[in-house]
């Protein structure tokens, strides 16, 4: 079975409930291994409020996370390096690059933020 990334609006949309994702994860369930970077992880954390703990903990535990190698940094130092743009974010580097590395499609409801074409992305919101 393939695995997916999921990026971190992705799992913020998945705990706010919006229908858009949960139609998106069921339509990709059967194909696909749900997983996240450690970025990911963090970035949940650091916007979570303290109601939201509990059901951050269940959709984490159902996740294979992925952590941030050598590997994964140095492609994810590549990625920002060659980019022309300032708003390309280390962190979605990094999330992209877990992907890559592990040879995953990542899913996200912003596309525009992973012009890497080694990875395969699907838009989430569609």
Do not use: W
């Amino acid at each position: 079975m393939s695995k997916i990334v999921l990026d971190t609006d992705v799992l913020i949309d998945l705990l706010r409930g919006r229908d858009a994702i949960r139609v998106f994860l069921q339509n990709v369930a059967d194909r696909f291994v749900p997983c996240c970077s450690v970025v990911s992880v963090a970035e949940l954390y650091a916007g979570m409020r303290p109601e939201e703990e509990k059901a951050t903990c269940a959709l984490l535990d159902g996740l294979v996370i992925y952590p941030v190698t050598h590997r994964v940094a140095e492609a994810a130092g590549r990625f920002k390096k060659r980019s022309t743009s300032r708003r390309l974010e280390l962190a979605d580097c990094l999330i992209a690059a877990t992907a890559f590395i592990e040879g995953a499609t990542l899913a996200t409801g912003n596309v525009k933020d992973y012009p890497m074409p080694e990875i395969t992305v699907f838009n989430a919101r569609r």
